[in-house]
């Protein structure tokens, strides 16, 4: 019996070996059958639906990395490939197609991604087919604009639209300063010259900066010289066209959305406190050949300051200049001062943004309604610093006859900006009162009535004097209860001149008085 299974294993083994389709493993007792899959070349031709061989398009295995690419002649040839397996082929602007290999060359035939180029984009007043357009168009959805809270237009295109630049315009990152665009370059011909890309809203010329963002439907940028032929002497920067929602047939629909959001300054330089800035005035002076202005009781005297351990207190000197510590010879005003002031000018900022929107409408009549709410706070910690921005907008579509198509639409958008105001020479702000020969009124608070003055020196110096406090009596002709106080460097006095009563207040004192009010 045994000889008898002997004779049948090996003549089952001779057999898997001469076919290499199959082969059994006897053992006493046992009997286990494994059959294995003989692997071949798959050959094939890729051509398109006029007969046109492609070349490049990719060839794989369905679910393996085995793949190749079809030739200069659309053939290719893919070995390790099993009777059974899934042949996937695609290429750029065609359907992917799956082909059962059953061991024979396949002839694959690519069918055109018609659906990629009926894409609609916007141009000119009406609509296109992508596919036959001929310049270049980048279209940004409504759903890539939802999708990034951002305050305006312009900020939801970074980084969306390739070949559109963007940069910060010269007001820097004031709540006022509309971020800067261009999509073919800047203008290069003639001083101070620009080309701005023309931007039209619904048809019209308008700006993208005054625009909700929730209300874009889409945005089509076309950035060759192609628009021209449409556009005119307008479109060498480049044309934005913006389109925005309007009501659909239907039950009404109403949505709301909102986003809160936390800014933060970024990048800001660290200050040096005075035990540093102190070691580096000394050995600035060492270099030089000199003698170090700090001593090392006076290095000390700082350190001690910082940790709590002493307390600083000033006085007038024989120069008329304040000084610190026990040691009246020395010149070095106020070395334990160590305030961060760009710290105590910027901190972090809050901005709330709330949107609702309503349309429906029939077969006949369509609306849509929208109101925007912004409230952007800015980065200065001191004044009020914030924009608002309040928007709304309606649209009716009716279609009164097949030949009769009426469309009325209303914007109304308003931005209030409030800022702590500086002034410069010739310029009228709100709290800065300027006069003849330009003598001002440094600060006034409107809600105290407070006139205030800042100056070095004025009680040794007739000019001064005539211009900084001279500037109080000419605001009594507007303001007749004006409180007057002048911050200076000097001593503290009473003044009345030419009928105005002045408060002469050293800086340090004051700047003590409005400390101990905060604490």
């Known amino acids: 019996m045994l000889k008898r299974l002997k004779s049948v294993s090996m003549l089952l083994f001779l057999m898997g070996a001469s076919t290499g389709a199959a082969y059994a493993v006897a053992n006493p007792g046992v009997t286990d059958v494994k059959i294995t899959q003989q692997s071949g070349t798959c050959t094939g031709v890729v051509k398109d639906a006029t007969g046109e061989t492609v070349i490049?398009?990719?060839?794989?295995?369905?679910?393996?990395t085995n793949g190749t690419i079809t030739g200069l002649d659309g053939d290719f040839s893919l070995s390790n490939v099993k009777k059974g397996d899934i042949i996937q082929i695609s290429f750029v602007g065609y359907?992917?197609?799956?082909?059962?290999?059953?061991?024979?060359?396949?002839?694959?035939?690519?069918?055109?991604?018609?659906?990629?180029?009926?894409?609609?984009?916007?141009?000119?007043?009406?609509?296109?087919?992508?596919?036959?357009?001929?310049?270049?168009?980048?279209?940004?959805?409504?759903?890539?604009?939802?999708?990034?809270?951002?305050s305006s237009t312009v900020e939801a295109l970074q980084g969306v639209v390739p070949g559109m630049n963007i940069s910060t315009s010269s007001d820097g990152g004031s709540l006022k300063g509309n971020k800067e665009f261009n999509?073919?370059?800047?203008?290069?011909?003639?001083?101070?010259?620009?080309?701005?890309?023309?931007?039209?809203?619904?048809?019209?010329?308008?700006?993208?900066?005054?625009?909700?963002?929730?209300?874009?439907?889409?945005?089509?940028?076309?950035?060759?010289?192609?628009?021209?032929?449409?556009?005119?002497?307008?479109?060498?920067?480049?044309?934005?066209?913006?389109?925005?929602?309007?009501?659909?047939?239907?039950?009404?629909?109403?949505n709301y959305n909102n986003n809160f959001r936390f800014n933060s300054?970024?990048?800001?330089?660290?200050?040096?406190?005075?035990?540093?800035?102190?070691?580096?005035?000394?050995?600035?002076?060492?270099?030089?050949?000199?003698?170090p202005m700090y001593s090392e009781k006076k290095l000390q005297q700082i350190l001690d300051y910082q940790h709590g351990k002493s307390t600083q207190y000033m006085?007038?000197?024989?120069?008329?200049?304040?000084?610190?510590?026990?040691?009246?010879?020395?010149?070095?005003?106020?070395?334990t001062a160590n305030t961060d002031w760009l710290h105590e000018l910027f901190g972090d900022s809050f901005t709330q943004e709330h949107s609702i929107s309503v349309n429906g409408g029939t077969d006949v009549m369509q609306y849509y309604m929208s109101a925007n709410y912004l409230?952007?706070?800015?980065?200065?910690?001191?004044?009020?610093?914030?924009?608002?921005r309040y928007s709304f907008t309606g649209k009716i579509n009716a279609d009164l006859a097949k030949w009769l198509k009426v469309g009325y639409s209303v914007r109304f958008n308003r931005i209030d900006y409030s800022s702590p105001s500086f002034a410069s020479a010739g310029e009228n702000k709100e709290n800065v009162f300027y006069f003849e020969k330009n003598v001002e009124i440094d600060f006034y608070v409107p809600e105290e009535k407070l006139a205030i003055q800042v100056s070095l020196q004025v009680l040794d110096q007739i000019d001064t004097r005539e211009r900084e406090i001279g500037a109080f009596v000419k605001l009594k002709n507007f303001i007749g209860d004006a409180t007057c106080l002048l911050i200076t460097n000097s001593e503290e006095e009473e003044l009345d001149y030419e009928g105005v009563h002045v408060s002469v207040v050293p800086v340090w004192k004051w700047l003590l008085q409005n400390r101990k009010q905060d604490i």
């Open 375 to 388: 409230d952007e706070g800015g980065l200065l910690k001191y004044g009020d610093d914030g924009r608002q």
């Open 315 to 335: 006085w007038a000197t024989d120069a008329g200049r304040w000084n610190a510590f026990d040691d009246p010879n020395r010149q070095d005003v106020m070395p």
């Open 95 to 150: 359907i992917t197609q799956e082909v059962l290999w059953n061991g024979t060359p396949l002839n694959v035939i690519l069918k055109d991604d018609t659906q990629t180029l009926d894409e609609v984009v916007v141009v000119a007043f009406g609509t296109q087919k992508k596919v036959n357009v001929t310049g270049a168009v980048s279209t940004v959805g409504a759903k890539e604009i939802a999708a990034r809270p951002v």
């Open 183 to 254: 999509i073919r370059g800047t203008g290069t011909i003639g001083k101070g010259s620009s080309v701005s890309p023309l931007v039209l809203i619904d048809g019209m010329e308008g700006d993208i900066n005054a625009i909700n963002p929730q209300d874009i439907e889409n945005i089509s940028v076309l950035k060759d010289a192609a628009a021209s032929s449409i556009y005119g002497s307008r479109a060498p920067g480049g044309v934005i066209l913006i389109t925005t929602k309007k009501g659909k047939s239907g039950k009404p629909s109403i």
């Open 56 to 64: 490049g398009a990719s060839v794989v295995v369905k679910g393996t």
């Open 265 to 291: 300054p970024l990048n800001m330089p660290h200050m040096a406190d005075s035990y540093s800035f102190a070691l580096a005035i000394n050995d600035q002076l060492t270099n030089g050949g000199q003698s």
